[in-house]
C-alpha cells in the first residue's frame, strides 16, 4: 500500500454541479499531484501542489481548482460539471528524496 | 509536442514465458522514465523507473526496463510471466524541468495465459 487515501470512492453528479474530492498524503511529501484517467486512456495531469501554493498546471480550465493544506493534505474542486469530466481522478504524493510518485487508489466520478 | 507512445493496446504471453511491452517518447533533455501497473478499481502501482546510470533497471515484482537513448524507447520485460502479471501497464516520462508533471502513455493490457 502507497499510504495515499481518497474520497470518496464512487461519486455521481449531474451536470452543472460542483463537487469536491479530497486525498490524504504521506507525512513529509510535501508535493501531491492530481490527474485525470478517462476510461481508456492514461492519467493527465491537471496540476501540481507544493507547500499550499500551485506550481504547475496541465491543459485543464480554470473550473478544475485545487487547495493544499497545512498537513499536506489536498482537495480537487471541478465546478460547472461536464459530462466529459467522468474519469478516474488519481491523486500522487511525491517523495522528493527517491523521485517517486505515490498514487491513491483513485475516485470515480460519473456526471450524468 | 512531448509524449509517450505505447505502440500495443494489448500483449498475449504464454505463463512461464518471457514478455515485453514497448515504450517510446519523445521529450526533449533528459527525462525521467517510469512504468506503472494498475489493476482493477486500483490506484498506479509503481514497478521501477530510470533517471541516471545502468541502462537495464530492476524493479519490483521481477521487472526490468531497458533504457535506450538512441531509440527513445524504455521497454518493460520479464524473463517469466506470471499470470497474476495480468494487468494495465503505463509508462510515463517526466521531463526534467524541476517539478514532477508527468506524462503517460494510453496504456498496454497485459494477458498472461496459464
Known amino acids: 500500500e502507497t499510504g495515499v487515501t481518497q474520497s470518496p470512492t464512487h461519486l455521481i453528479k449531474t451536470r452543472g454541479q460542483q463537487v469536491t474530492l479530497r486525498c490524504s498524503s504521506q507525512?513529509?511529501?510535501?508535493?501531491v499531484s492530481w490527474y485525470q484517467q478517462a476510461l481508456g486512456q492514461g492519467p493527465q495531469f491537471i496540476f501540481q501542489y507544493y507547500r499550499e501554493e500551485e506550481n504547475g498546471r496541465g491543459n485543464f480550465p480554470p473550473r478544475f481548482s485545487g487547495l493544499q493544506f497545512p498537513n499536506y493534505s489536498s482537495e480537487l474542486n471541478v465546478n460547472a460539471l461536464e459530462l466529459d469530466d467522468s474519469a478516474l481522478y488519481l491523486c500522487?504524493?511525491?517523495?522528493?528524496?527517491?523521485?517517486?510518485?505515490?498514487f491513491g487508489p483513485g475516485t470515480r466520478l460519473t456526471v450524468l | 509536442a512531448q509524449s509517450v507512445a505505447q505502440p500495443e493496446d494489448q500483449v498475449n504471453v504464454a505463463e512461464g514465458n518471457p514478455l515485453t511491452v514497448k515504450c517510446t517518447y519523445s521529450v526533449s533533455g533528459n527525462p525521467y522514465l517510469f512504468w506503472y501497473v494498475q489493476y482493477p478499481n486500483r490506484g498506479l502501482q509503481f514497478l521501477l523507473k530510470y533517471i541516471t546510470g545502468d541502462n537495464l533497471v530492476k524493479g519490483s515484482y521481477g521487472f526490468e526496463a531497458e533504457f535506450n537513448k538512441s531509440q527513445t524507447s524504455f521497454h518493460l520485460k520479464k524473463p517469466s510471466a506470471l499470470v497474476s502479471d495480468s494487468a494495465l501497464y503505463f509508462c510515463?516520462?517526466?521531463?526534467?524541468?524541476?517539478?514532477?508533471?508527468?506524462?503517460f502513455g494510453a496504456g498496454t493490457r497485459l494477458f498472461v495465459k496459464a
Open positions: 507525512s513529509g511529501h510535501n508535493t
Open positions: 500522487a504524493t511525491q517523495d522528493a528524496s527517491t523521485d517517486t510518485q505515490y
Open positions: 510515463a516520462v517526466r521531463p526534467y524541468t524541476g517539478g514532477f508533471k508527468t506524462i
